[in-house]
């Protein structure tokens, strides 16, 4: 992805000496290229000296007689950058990633500094996300559940899986499907793809199928009592 943020950093022109094109740094004559000089400093109590920056060169040591045009001899520009981020799989929400070399430039020859991108990682409506495993949610029917079913799950790079519901699967059931979660970051493999399967009872039968319901529970032996008295 593309990352355009403002920084300063080594001017286009002279390359960040801030020197003009044929010109050159030279060694401060004041301060001898140390960048500071002592000054005395009379007192009541005598003479004090101290280490202050050198007026000439600004505590930089170098001098330049014909300063680059773009930065003034600066040696750093401000401006806006567009750098291309190369995001590896597997990367979370407050993962970073620093860039060498693309951060801020502070002054004329001195290093840049490294660029931090902190990723932001947008939901996905059909998953949750736990570390590297992936949640998906489906519905099947009381009859579904008892007698089997399949259904097709998403993938996160596209696609569907088949799955397989067993029968008997009970309401809040998980069915994991391995290596279909996040690539690991930095590593080999990959989480699952957890399914938890819920199960949707009717809330409304016919007289038919209360009939036939009925009948399955006196075979099964489900039934404690006569469901038709709890209407009376």
Known sequence: VDVTYQSSFACDTCGGSGAADGSNATTCATCGGAGAVRMAKR??????????ECPDCAGEGVTISDPCSQCQGRGVQHGEKTVTVEIPAGVSTGTRLRLSGRGEAVGRGARTGDLQVEIHVDPDPRFQRSDIDLMHDVEVNAIEAILGTRREV??????????????????GAVIRLAGYGVPRLGGKGRGDLIVRVGVTIPTEVSDDERALLMELGRLRGDLTADPAASDT
């Open 43 to 52: 007192s009541i109590v005598g003479t004090m000296m101290s280490v202050v």
């Open 154 to 171: 998403p993938l996160l790079e596209g696609g569907t899986e088949v799955l397989e519901v067993p029968p008997g699967t009970q309401p």
